[in-house]
């Protein structure tokens, strides 16, 4: 497959082409901006967007079977694909649970073979949203202290605790929690609605994202309802998820990049338009070079997961740590070379740099990838 | 890039022979301190040592190897790179002649008359005859198309010109024996009215070139002064006039974009990965407030920062060559020399 970089073949181009076609006639940001609306609170997206036909419609492009092995009667595309997908929905700010169910579908890949492997495949590709609920209240992205425990009285396990900063909490089907079992770490996949299961939604800045807190007071987990692996199996598949918002990132920093040109080239001042001073002309180089070196640091990330290559950990680190440079430095300047108006509700700006800002911090800003490259190039 | 199986097998075949030739013929340290590039080169005995070292791969097949035959090249398209990464994978000196090879060569051989090439292009490759660019002046910087320096006829030789003008920044002019020069050929016009020649500056009437010195104490760069120095209308590269769109085929290949490629030793992005592991290993050997610099935190961040921009670098080359994953065709090439400065200048906050 070396006559196509980073594999990426027709079909994944096919793939990218019919998201980007869905999203242009789907997602346009009047309707982002109606459902906004939408919600009492002019803070939050409502669950209900997109819709359950919208959703529907996704699902038949194949949005998530592209991650599920053919065995399992999925697609099975190469990862390249699957960042395509999700650097179309940053580029559209697209509000949906997409991004977190290709993270559990990529956790489930990675588990061994079994009833609750088969079963989570078999939900994801009947349509079911799913995400991860791994994170304890400080935000700690080693997952190190679980604050949801578990007992096992008889068979099955009783789950007590919260889960925090879990994505798509409010419109997910089913939670992957981490659990601090009596024998270590597990991995529950949890139904909505389960008896004694609450959602809490959280007040974020991204309009176009939803993250809530589970409280779990007594829930009851069948035995064949826990993925085997635990924390190994999560360490191995969270590369997966941060490639997920690099892609995002790198895609929703492009719009601002070519949005922030665009305005450079009508807004006059001193009989000029501005985009003619290098004041204004080298920081938005900045940020092309800034989100060039991103997007090529994501598909190497991608390539080298699915080639199970030694530096796939290596890359992935990099990846997340440059989208995240790269779309706070793209979206600050997006603001301020908007002028006035870039400070504004009416300017479309502040959907993706909220979105941006979002993601950078999701699963590990900059800084803490940045120290995990320190690690592999350098040595703890 | 879809290439013929027979194609890469050559290729391979041309790889290795880098290799080997690279390894039995690595230089002995030099006798003297080398300078960190091209631009930097200041003495006669730097001089001498790289334009012998750049003879010596020329005449084994390492540069010029993308030229035609009856231009001094080895006329095998596509295989100048692979030279070039072999060259700074053995971390061999750099090619002296770096505006003849990046920006003279490629230019002449788009637009030159045929006989101008069969003269120009072996001793450019080889090394023996050093290039400079005469773009700069001391009133047109960024603003390229405003040159004043200008020609008139020659009385003493009907359909060629006496030159005047001022250059400055000229790279390597102290040592060059050519200089591609953008000069006005009418006021009527900003764009139209500018011609693109070559002409010989050493030893060459009414040229003076006089060293500048750079912040570091280096000079490497000057500026070149012309008073009615004679200029052969054989020496035009394209129609009068046309100057601009010639000028336009320089820069492009300055910026690293063009179809000829061409070793520029350190600024080319293969070898960066080495430069982080020699980071690395120095950070290794060094101490900072008592402890391994490679236990302070600062250190740390700041070379997986570099780890993190280099690899970014090294794979925009290799996603360049998808255009399934570009947004536009020149975008990334284009950032092959801004890239490369920001190397010089140091690591850039974004
Ligand atoms: C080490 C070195 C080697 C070089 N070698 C060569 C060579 O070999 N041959 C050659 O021809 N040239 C050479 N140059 C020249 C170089 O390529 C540039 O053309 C030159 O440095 C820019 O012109 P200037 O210095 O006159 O700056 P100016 O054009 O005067 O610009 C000064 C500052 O003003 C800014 N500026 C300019 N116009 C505007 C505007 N309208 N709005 C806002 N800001 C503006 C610029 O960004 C810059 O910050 C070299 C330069 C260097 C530093």
Redesign the pocket.
């Known amino acids: 497959m070396s006559n196509a970089p980073y594999g990426f073949n027709d079909d994944c181009a096919l793939f990218r082409e019919s998201a980007r076609k869905f999203l242009a006639s789907h997602a346009g940001l009047d309707v982002l901006r109606r459902a906004a609306a939408q919600d009492p609170d002019p803070a939050r997206m409502p669950t209900a967007y997109p819709s359950e036909e919208g959703w529907q419609q996704a699902q038949e492009l194949g949005w998530i079977a592209a991650a599920i092995p053919e065995a399992a009667g999925g697609l099975q595309l190469p990862r390249g694909a699957l960042v395509a997908l999700a650097e179309q929905l940053g580029k559209h700010a697209f509000p949906s649970a997409a991004e977190s169910t290709l993270g559990v579908a990529f956790l489930a890949r990675r588990a061994a073979e079994g009833t609750a492997q088969a079963a989570l495949f078999e939900q994801l590709l009947a349509g079911a949203r799913a995400t991860l609920a791994v994170c304890n209240a400080d935000g700690d992205w080693q997952h190190t202290p679980s604050v949801v425990g578990a007992s096992s009285p008889g068979g099955g396990l009783t789950l007590t605790g919260s889960a925090h900063f879990v994505q798509d909490a409010g419109r997910a089907e089913l939670f992957v929690v981490r659990v601090a079992g009596p024998a270590g770490s597990l991995l529950a996949v949890v139904p909505r609605g389960s008896a004694g299961l609450s959602v809490q939604r959280d007040g974020i800045v991204d309009l176009t994202r939803e993250q809530g807190t589970l409280h779990f007071e007594a829930v009851l987990v069948p035995t064949d309802a826990v993925l085997p692996g635990g924390d190994a199996l999560l360490a191995e598949s969270l590369p997966d998820t941060w490639l997920l918002l690099a892609a995002d990132m790198v895609g929703a920093s492009e719009w601002l990049l070519q949005t922030t040109v665009e305005y450079a080239k009508v807004r006059t001042q001193f009989d000029r338009a501005i985009g003619?001073?290098?004041?204004v002309k080298h920081p938005l180089v900045n940020a092309m070079m800034a989100i060039d070196r991103a997007k090529s640091l994501v598909y190497a990330a991608a390539h080298a997961l699915d080639e199970g290559a030694p530096d796939a950990l290596l890359l992935a680190h990099m990846a997340k740590a440059q989208a995240a440079e790269a779309a706070a430095f793209t979206s600050n300047r997006a603001v301020q070379l908007h002028g006035g108006i870039g400070f504004t509700w009416e300017s479309d700006v502040h959907f993706f740099f909220k979105r941006n800002k979002h993601s950078e911090l999701l699963f590990g800003d900059a800084g803490y990838h940045q120290a995990k490259v320190a690690d592999l190039v350098i040595g703890a | 890039m879809t290439s013929h199986p027979d194609q890469e097998a050559a290729q391979r075949e041309f790889r290795e022979y880098c290799r080997a030739w690279l390894t039995e013929h690595r230089p002995p340290p030099a006798p003297v301190r080398l300078p960190q590039h091209p631009?930097e080169t200041m003495t006669r005995a730097q001089l001498d040592y790289l334009q012998a070292w750049q003879r010596r791969c020329y005449d084994a097949g390492l540069v010029g190897a993308d030229y035609p035959k009856e231009y001094g090249g080895r006329g095998n398209k596509g295989f100048q790179r692979i030279a070039n990464e072999e060259m700074n994978r053995a971390r061999t000196p750099f090619l002296i002649n770096m505006?003849g090879l990046g920006m003279a060569a490629p230019t002449i051989f788009h637009h030159a008359q045929e006989e101008l090439k069969r003269e120009l292009l072996p001793p450019l490759l080889s090394g023996e005859q050093i290039w400079?660019?005469?773009?700069?002046e001391p009133g047109s910087?960024?603003?390229?198309a405003s040159v004043q320096a200008s020609l008139r006829p020659d009385p003493a030789s009907p359909g060629d010109y006496l030159l005047n003008g001022h250059?400055v920044?000229?790279?390597l002019a102290h040592f060059a024996q050519w200089m591609i020069l953008l000069v006005r050929t009418s006021s009527d016009h900003k764009h139209k009215g500018l011609s693109y020649f070559v002409v010989p500056v050493e030893n060459h009437p009414g040229v003076t070139v006089r060293p500048l010195i750079k912040l570091t104490g280096e000079t490497g760069?000057n500026e070149v002064l012309f008073e009615d120095t004679p200029v052969k209308d054989a020496w035009r590269l394209g129609a009068l006039g046309e100057g601009w769109n010639v000028a336009m085929t320089t820069l492009l290949h300055e910026r690293g974009a063009g179809p000829l490629v061409t070793p520029q030793g350190g600024v080319g992005s293969e070898g960066l990965a080495h430069n982080v592991q020699g980071l690395v290993s120095l950070a290794r050997t060094l101490r900072r407030n008592g402890k391994p610099a490679t236990e302070d935190p600062h250190v740390r961040a700041r070379i997986a920062a570099l780890a993190i921009r280099e690899r970014g670098i090294v794979e925009n080359g290799k996603r360049a060559r998808a255009a399934a994953l570009q947004d536009h065709p020149m975008r990334l090439p284009l950032q092959v020399k801004l890239a490369g400065g920001e190397r010089v200048l140091g690591l850039p906050k974004s």
């Open positions: 003619g001073y290098q004041a | 631009i505006v400079c660019q005469g773009f700069s910087g960024s603003d390229l250059k920044w000229t790279s760069f």
